[in-house]
């Protein structure tokens, strides 16, 4: 986020983050056949009989569950699948809607340090973005230029009330990084996941993997709700 951030400093820009969460995602993810061995539970059902008894099945379960030490490697895989095809997107998006020209600058000059060798090849070196996933918890950073809304796009919200709630200002409804969490929503919407509204956010401050990012304060930091629990829970064990 700082990297992004120094991208649009000459312009007078700044980074914002964002970040959404998948809705009981492991469940979308269905298991391979040759793997369903390892999925196996003993399962008490009511008895249909008079006397109040259960009887015992084998049940498998043919889709992820959380909890399983089996799931978080091959849900990864899933996810990284779609972050590059939200990137993709965000390219294609760059492209039809080119950065302000001081931002472009930045670009040249990474571009001619690659040549140098001075930098690593890729396009990760040149994007004033960026975008990750953690399981079922994506996050990034862009910029704050004013972009053009894709109408498809607009009717997916930004979470300002969650922006507001930890300190942070929400993003404007037209900002690039705005529009960039749409993309992501849309992409992931469109694999067929289902993105958790209440944990949507975009803006100075965001919550990511149970930290509180704020950029403008270039600070990480627990927010309270969780800084609760864990001096509840670290007394409770003393």
């Known amino acids: ?26 469940r979308f993810a269905q298991l391979q056949l040759r793997d369903w061995w390892q999925h196996v539970f003993l399962w008490l059902l009511p008895d249909q009989g008079l006397a109040p008894r259960r009887r015992a099945v084998w049940i498998i379960d043919a889709h992820g569950a959380f909890g399983g030490a089996y799931m978080p490697q091959r849900f990864e895989g899933i996810t990284n699948l779609g972050i ?8 294609a998006f760059d492209a039809a809607n ?13 571009l001619a340090l690659q040549r140098d060798g001075a930098l690593p090849p890729g396009p ?13 918890d994506g996050a990034g950073a862009a910029l704050n230029d004013t972009v ?16 507001r709630t930890l300190g942070g200002t929400p993003s404007a409804h037209d900002s690039r990084a705005a529009v960039y969490l749409r ?16 944990k949507t956010e975009c803006g100075s401050a965001i919550v990511n993997l149970g930290f ?27």
């Open 148 to 163: 053009p809304v894709p109408p498809a796009l607009a009717h997916i919200p930004l979470g300002e009330l969650a922006t």
């Open 1 to 26: 986020a700082a990297m992004v951030g120094e991208a649009g400093a000459e312009g007078g820009l700044r980074a914002e983050l964002y970040c959404f969460d998948l809705s009981s995602a492991y």
């Open 98 to 110: 080119p950065y302000p020209p001081e931002v472009r600058a930045w670009q040249a000059e990474r």
């Open 124 to 136: 990760e070196q040149t994007r004033p973005a960026y975008l990750q996933v953690y399981l079922d």
């Open 183 to 198: 993309i992501a929503v849309a992409t992931f919407e469109r694999l067929g996941f289902v993105v958790e509204v209440t």
């Open 212 to 238: 509180r990012v704020r950029i403008d304060a270039g600070r990480i930091d627990c927010p309270l709700p969780k800084r609760r629990i864990m001096l509840r829970d670290i007394h409770a064990l003393r």
């Open 84 to 91: 590059a095809a939200a990137r993709d997107e965000q390219d």
